[in-house]
């Protein structure tokens, strides 16, 4: 199947027979043919389309649980994905559960190896948290986290992952595509561009969904079915999607020195969070500098890539399966590489598993908390008005998550404005 995760449509299907096996023995490389037994935490669209590519990817695995807040989307998905992969989908009503709690259940089911975590951000580090000290495998969506605790939470986890020889892979699925690793490395170890001296990197969408409120809805549970717009569920566009750019941002510069943005308010819904725009430079040491903007307007060019400038040239990093290509200076091509995201969705997936029957467990969970708190660091740099440096954001209290929400319990959502709103 070449249908990616982003764009997996659930259908009903009949219900097949449920069954699970016992677990796959974790660093068991010489057994192979047995099944590795997956929970789902997040059953829409992401969530689905990730089962689905696991199930593609490796025929060794198999879907036996599933959690989402909302039960009827969850049997959906499970339906859909059994339509797909027969018998490897074996998840019968009783083992998908419902409610904020219910994830709970999957990370706690001993049959379960692997976990696939793919709420609403907000949710996303005290999953990993949770499934690490469950011992389990996971993985997880981007962004990893929207504030500063969910990155020290995070970089918490990473470091028991390893000391335990647990898995930990994250979709930045750019950092599995051809085009984009042969690029890095074609920069970066063979210095086709001569020296690295400045990047521009770009997320410009056309507008977002918008979910009306349900009659009778409650805050929580409106806030938790329309994610996108409120930032600590979403961290905003430019932590929810622009993550990925920033991520190669990261993977060519690493960690900058500070950041200093701004941005703008003028299409979004009157009680949505989210900023339309954001524009920000982050700059380097050795006075190298990247440029990021984000932004949805309605009727605007749209442009998802990435442009890398050395001293002898320019490398061109597009999105998607637009491929990349490197030129010097006078604009003669001196490489190109085709895209193919589909594969990159898949093969990330297939790491994950071979990692874990190799014995040799993939731990890759700091580098895209290191990258989502780029794009908070980003945020909070606009948000302010001012410039956040790296050790500001890694220190910081910020801490969006509502912690009384089991209890319907959310913070009453309000606009930054800069000149008001500080950093926490």
């Given at each position: 199947m070449s249908i990616s995760r982003r764009d997996f449509i659930v259908t009903s299907a009949a219900l097949g027979a449920a069954g699970y096996a016992s677990p796959f023995a974790i660093g068991s490389p010489n057994q192979p043919s047995k099944m590795l037994n997956i929970g789902l935490v997040g059953s829409g669209g992401r969530g689905s389309g990730a089962a689905n590519d696991s199930l593609t990817a490796n025929p060794n695995v198999r879907l036996v649980a599933m959690a989402d807040v909302d039960l009827a989307k969850a049997k959906a998905a499970r339906d859909g994905l059994k339509k797909a992969h027969g018998d490897r989908v074996s998840v019968d009503d009783a083992r998908i559960y419902g409610g904020l709690d219910g994830f709970m259940k999957v990370i706690n089911d001993p049959t379960i190896d692997l976990v696939i975590l793919t709420t609403s951000p907000g949710f996303r580090p005290g999953h990993i948290k949770a499934a690490v000290e469950a011992k389990k495998h996971v993985f997880a969506e981007k962004p990893v986290c929207t504030d500063s605790a969910g990155y020290r939470t995070c970089c918490e986890a990473h470091d028991l992952a390893l000391k335990q020889g647990t898995a930990i892979v994250t979709g930045t699925q750019y950092r599995r595509q051809p085009s984009f690793m042969e690029a890095i490395r074609n920069i970066k170890e063979k210095g086709m561009i001569g020296e690295p001296v400045s990047m521009t990197a770009r997320y410009?969408?056309?507008?977002?969904?918008?979910?009306?409120?349900?009659?009778?809805?409650?805050?929580?549970?409106?806030?938790?079915?329309?994610?996108?717009?409120?930032?600590?569920?979403?961290?905003?566009?430019?932590?929810?999607?622009?993550?990925?750019?920033?991520?190669?941002?990261?993977?060519?510069?690493?960690?900058?020195?500070?950041?200093?943005?701004?941005?703008?308010?003028?299409?979004?819904?009157?009680?949505?969070?989210m900023w339309d725009s954001f524009k920000v430079d982050y700059q380097f040491d050795g006075g190298r500098l990247c440029s990021f903007t984000g932004r949805h307007w309605p009727k605007a060019t749209g442009d998802f890539d990435n442009v890398v400038y050395g001293s002898e040239g320019i490398a061109q990093i597009k999105a998607f399966s637009n491929g990349s290509i490197i030129s010097d200076r006078n604009g003669k091509e001196l490489w190109r590489m085709k895209g193919d995201i589909g594969a990159a969705y898949r093969q990330e997936h297939k790491d994950l598993v071979d990692s874990i029957v190799a014995g040799k467990p993939i731990v890759e969970l700091r580098q895209t908390a290191e990258s989502s708190l780029m794009a908070v660091m980003g945020r909070e740099a606009a948000y302010t008005g001012r410039t956040v440096g790296w050790d500001e954001i890694t220190g910081a209290k910020l801490d969006l998550f509502p912690h009384d929400i089991a209890k319907g319990v959310v913070a009453k959502p309000f606009v930054r404005i800069p000149g008001e709103y500080e950093l926490a």
């Open positions: 410009c969408a056309g507008e977002i969904w918008y979910r009306d409120r349900l009659p009778g809805q409650s805050d929580a549970d409106y806030q938790i079915m329309n994610w996108m717009h409120f930032i600590w569920a979403s961290g905003d566009q430019i932590v929810e999607q622009a993550v990925h750019n920033i991520d190669v941002v990261h993977w060519m510069f690493g960690t900058p020195r500070s950041a200093f943005a701004v941005g703008s308010r003028w299409h979004r819904p009157a009680d949505s969070e």
